[in-house]
């Protein structure tokens, strides 16, 4: 029986964050508007006579992003229509770019994962290995089979927003919205590199995240600032085999999940027709999410059906790759880069390090606390090296899991820390849980507290009453209480019930109202008990 692995390749549409829209004055609200039609002019709905101006900061970000991604810059660009008929296309065609885009021949690296073996039931082996396929590269770490694949990126290219259909349930038309008419539009498709839906999802993930960092989308897939179509087709397993299968597109997946579920469907949907001696259709699906199914849409275009030809109302672009030295001097350090010098930096693992690139001020926030921290003096001394990996880890714990928690219970945001608590303030924070001046529960009240207030650890534990006590003689006196009160678990622990020695520890806890020092504790309680 003939086994088949998928070829999938990925276009990705993302609304630029301009000023305004990408050939007239009117303000880009993204589609967002809660009222319909109210940002729009004789230019977005194509009234006779207008005519259209570049928006010259909307080049200038895709070149940008092209940057970002090693692509080639062209020298010179036009924009041409693309024809077609659509209610939500005001003039009945599209301004946008196909000879000649603006970005060409570039790449995308994301770690995939060769652990997860035949998510289809396809070919054996259909995840191709890294000794067999250029496109990857071992990385360092643990020798289980995760790479970096370099996704290549065919062209990036501009072009405007199409307007929104608003379907009237109960009526048998619709009304069209045209303030989402004109946004810019950059268009990334990538070569069929990609090979499973969990690494198109990783590819969409992190295309998204770079984005982000460079400021020039916000790419949110829930509305519709970023839209992801996926072609996918089957070719027989082997590496000899070359040809590629008839190609498949699945237009409107709206988020990462969904991405993963239509490849993952659409595949085992291909492969069961190709097993039944049937030929797959070129054509344009969708998804329908509830059923988890995709579904046939329309014959699927193709290049020549859309009659391309120059936009007569715009000057060409020229002497592209002059700007490129000023847009490569405006791009920040990006996620990889960041995640490699995050875990070389402050040796941190690798989930602290993925929190802190998916949030970038958050990962900005938290260097500050580290840099605090080389500044904070210890007994006269500054911390070692040791010591300092050591609050640089507590610090991002403090970050990760228990500012969210703190934010939450205070009906807060945690992108509000900033304003609640300076990074001065953290850092000595942290220095107090881990010089143990705090217990781990009275360190959660006092990082609600300084959340709520703002104010400094040192006047909240000293308002609060949340000092540990570490009083040898102060302790001694109710450990032997506790001794005495509790002559069973004494015993078992004299016996060799380790057990019984934390129970003891936790009544006098209970009975200093979790202020006493449990290190402390133990040890008085080893000493006493010997």
């Known amino acids: 029986m003939k086994k088949y692995q998928p070829v999938i390749g990925m276009e990705v549409h993302a609304q630029l964050k301009t000023k305004s829209k990408m050939f007239c004055g009117c303000q880009n609200g993204f589609g967002l508007e809660k009222e319909a039609n109210i940002n729009i002019c004789p230019v977005c709905t194509a009234q006779p006579g207008s005519l259209p101006v570049i928006n010259e900061e909307a080049v200038k970000m895709v070149i940008k992003t092209g940057l970002a991604l090693d692509c080639k810059i062209a020298e010179d660009s036009f924009f041409e229509r693309k024809n077609y008929f659509y209610p939500d296309l005001p003039k009945g065609y599209q301004i946008s770019q196909y000879q000649k885009p603006l970005c060409y021949e570039g790449y995308l690296e ?4 060769n652990r997860h073996a035949e998510p289809f039931g396809l070919a054996p082996g259909w995840l191709v290995s890294a000794s067999r396929d250029e496109t990857l590269k071992q990385v360092q770490g643990d020798g289980m089979g995760e790479n970096l694949r370099k996704i290549r990126i065919r062209r990036i290219h501009l072009e405007e927003d199409t307007g929104k259909l608003l379907h009237q349930k109960e009526a048998s038309y619709s009304l069209v919205d045209f303030n989402r008419a ?6 990334l498709v990538t070569e069929p590199d990609i090979q499973s839906g969990e690494e198109a999802r990783e590819f969409c993930q992190e295309l998204q995240l770079i984005l982000r960092y460079l400021g020039v989308s916000e790419a949110e897939m829930e509305n519709g600032q970023m839209r992801c179509e996926v072609n996918i087709s089957l070719r027989e397993s082997g590496f000899e085999k070359k040809e590629l299968g008839t190609k498949v597109e699945i237009k409107n997946l709206n988020s990462f999940r969904v991405v993963k579920r239509a490849i993952e469907h659409e595949a085992k949907r291909q492969a069961e027709v190709l097993k039944r001696g049937e030929k797959v259709i070129q054509e344009t699906r969708g998804w329908d999410d509830n059923r988890g199914v995709t579904f046939s849409q329309r014959i699927k275009e193709e290049a020549h059906d859309y009659r391309y030809f120059p936009e007569p109302d715009l000057p060409p672009l020229r002497s592209l790759n002059d700007r490129k030295l000023l847009l490569l001097a405006e791009i920040p350090e990006l996620p990889q880069a960041k995640r490699l010098r995050l875990t070389g930096e402050y040796s941190l693992p690798e989930n602290d390090t993925e929190a802190f690139a998916q949030n970038k001020e958050l990962g900005e926030y938290f260097e500050e606390v580290c840099s605090e921290l080389t500044r904070t003096e210890h007994e006269t001394r500054k911390f070692n090296e040791a010591e300092l990996k050591k609050l640089y880890k507590l610090a991002a714990n403090y970050l990760i ?3 969210p928690r703190a934010a939450d219970k205070l009906k807060a945001y945690d992108y509000e820390l900033r304003g609640k608590i300076t990074p001065e303030n953290f850092a000595e924070f942290t220095v107090i849980v881990f010089k143990g001046i705090v217990s781990s529960s009275g360190a959660q009240i006092l990082l609600e507290e300084m959340f709520k207030t703002g104010i400094d650890p040192t006047h909240v534990i000293e308002t609060k009453n949340l000092a540990q006590v570490g009083d040898v003689v102060a302790l001694g006196t109710v450990i032997d209480e506790i001794i005495e009160k509790n002559p069973q678990p004494v015993e078992d622990y004299k016996k060799g019930k380790e057990a019984s020695l934390q129970f003891l520890v936790g009544q006098v806890m209970k009975k200093t109202g979790g202020k006493a ?12 008990l010997c």
């Open 110 to 113: 994301v770690m995939v994962n």
């Open 182 to 187: 004109g946004v810019p539009l950059m268009e």
């Open 517 to 528: 020092n449990p290190q402390v504790v133990m040890e008085i309680l080893k000493r006493k």
């Open 401 to 403: 899991t228990e500012i």
